[in-house]
């Protein structure tokens, strides 16, 4: 019998949404399956009190690819957001990147001289020469001073885990900056959709059928001979019925608040660096887009462990769970019917604009190829 569809995909977040446009394009056939209630994974926004509130967490799009910012221009003007956090350490307020800026705070020095001469001191008291796991990388990076007050207890609260037994390979770049620049990324594009990431994923999807409350797993048979390929997008270990075991994932939790005031915290992004705050961000989502709305919806953002069934988040690549991925990364290899992309798929920490090129890799590959595999 015929299939009906070309590709079931599986997931209809970034990764799912540009590869069923690239195919729609290439005149092949797609079938998108959601579970959740809406489309667009994790970008998906909810309208409140006309504030896009960024229901899964904050999304800034940024990129150096001009083919991938090009691609995205073609469904979305992007405004000029730039994205300029602060941190929050025992209530006093510091810049981030680490810049000049918060340098001066922290330290009262006003010259790159006397910082660079203040975190160089540092570094030389510890004489970390191989970093054998995260704490002591970072210091070795930044100094003592820099990582207690903004790195440790952040990151403790976002992995669950104490710094010291994390690896030294989840932090391979810290952005230290000698001039007065709180841009956080260093990337030539930046931005929000002006019409917000649902209108994005609305012009990414359309003319394609999808069906959303749609438990992939729980009618697995039904939709098996559906398609010629599959083209899944949530977690490898679940789609193989965990056969090497879980991999592990760090979940979270978002609780809202709407205010009947035009302005909360006065910035877009809010990290809580200290030990004693349960949440580690707050987001005031109407700074994304230069609102002016009268009253104002802010988002706190609390960490979680996870456990099968839940939210996965975001996956936790240290050695043990990079052995286990292996192991179903060369299961996948040898699934010829099935594509495996995104961020849980393929068990890596993507940003926004490396699930488009991936994606986007995937798909031309197929087209070129001319489905040679199936």
């Known amino acids: 019998m015929k299939a009906a569809y070309d590709y079931l995909i599986v997931g209809s977040g970034l990764f799912g949404a540009v590869f069923a446009n690239r195919m729609k394009d290439a005149g092949k056939r797609c079938l998108i399956v959601e579970k959740r209630r809406h489309t667009g994974g994790n970008v998906f926004c909810e309208k409140i009190e006309g504030i896009d509130v960024h229901r899964y967490g904050a999304h800034i799009f940024h990129t150096n690819d001009e083919k991938i910012w090009s691609y995205v221009n073609k469904f979305s003007a992007f405004n000029n957001y730039v994205n300029s956090p602060l941190a929050n350490y025992q209530g006093r307020l510091y810049n981030l990147p680490f810049n000049m800026n918060t340098f ?5 020095v006003t010259t790159p001289a006397e910082a660079i001469s203040r975190i ?3 570094k ?3 004489n970390i ?5 995260l704490e002591e990388q970072a210091i070795s990076m930044v100094g003592f001073d820099l990582y207690e007050k903004f790195i440790k207890h952040y990151t403790e609260k976002q992995w669950g885990r104490k ?17 007065y620049d709180n841009n956080y990324f260093n990337d030539r594009f ?21 069906k959303i409350n749609f438990d992939y797993f729980k009618n697995r048979e039904s939709v098996k001979n559906v ?3 599959t083209v899944f997008t949530g977690k490898i270990d679940e789609y193989f019925e965990y056969k090497f075991g879980c991999l592990e994932y760090r979940s979270l939790s978002f609780q809202d608040q709407i205010l009947d005031i035009d302005n909360y915290q006065g910035n877009a992004v809010i990290n809580f660096t200290d030990a004693t705050t349960d949440h580690t961000r707050i987001y005031e989502h109407k700074h994304f887009t230069f609102g002016k709305q009268p009253g104002t919806v802010i988002t706190k953002e609390f960490p979680l462990a996870y456990s099968k069934g839940a939210e996965a988040f975001y996956p936790i690549c240290d050695e043990k769970n990079k052995i286990t991925y292996a192991k179903y990364k060369e299961l996948a290899r040898l699934d010829q019917a099935t594509i495996f992309g995104g ?8 940003d926004m604009h490396q699930v488009i090129g991936s994606a986007l890799r995937q798909a031309d590959l197929e087209v070129t190829l001319g489905n040679t595999k199936m």
């Open 190 to 210: 930046q931005g929000i959709p002006v019409d917000g990431y649902n209108s994005l994923i609305n012009k990414l999807i359309d003319g394609i059928e999808v």
């Open 129 to 133: 020469i191989h970093a054998r796991n």
């Open 104 to 108: 001066n705070m922290l330290w009262g």
């Open 120 to 122: 160089e001191m540092e």
């Open 124 to 126: 030389k008291n510890f």
């Open 343 to 350: 961020r849980l798929a393929e068990y890596k920490y993507y």
């Open 163 to 179: 710094a010291n037994e994390l690896p030294a390979s989840i932090i391979k770049r810290i952005p230290l900056r000698f001039t």
């Open 227 to 229: 398609a010629k390929k």
